[in-house]
């Protein structure tokens, strides 16, 4: 499976973008996705999930009630919608995949796009 994210950009705080993640592969309907951020001079860290089936993990508490996921296997794309952004949103955000179920932890990832950066201005 091969991802790529894309979507990233520049936003004034309280913005939204959508964020997406293509994937090639017929089997990628299949797969559970997750999506993590990494900030300049932070760890990697994870936002949300979404298994095959629709199902989302509970996002992060740092995006809670302003990020949500959702994908499209028809299109073998899954987004990240993000809503009320702050300055600290700004990060590289990656996706990743993974055979199911779900996982909030970077090792359990096998599949990873290259990143799209977010920056967020005051």
């Known amino acids: 499976v091969q991802l790529q994210a894309s979507g990233g950009g520049l936003v004034r705080a309280g913005g939204s973008l959508r964020l997406s993640c293509s994937a090639s592969?017929?089997?990628?309907?299949?797969?559970?996705v997750g999506w993590f951020r990494q900030a300049p001079g932070k760890e990697r860290e994870f936002v949300v999930g979404i298994n095959w089936n629709h199902i989302t993990t509970p996002s992060a508490d740092t995006v809670r009630g302003r990020f949500t996921v959702s994908r499209d296997n028809a299109k073998n794309t899954v987004y990240l919608h993000m809503h009320s952004l702050k300055p600290e949103d700004t990060a590289v955000y990656y996706c990743?995949?993974?055979?199911?179920?779900?996982?909030?932890?970077?090792?359990?990832?096998?599949?990873w796009g290259q990143g799209t950066l977010v920056t967020v201005s005051s």
């Open positions: 990743a995949a993974r055979v199911p179920p779900t996982s909030s932890q970077i090792r359990d990832y096998n599949y």
């Open positions: 592969g017929s089997t990628f309907s299949r797969y559970a």
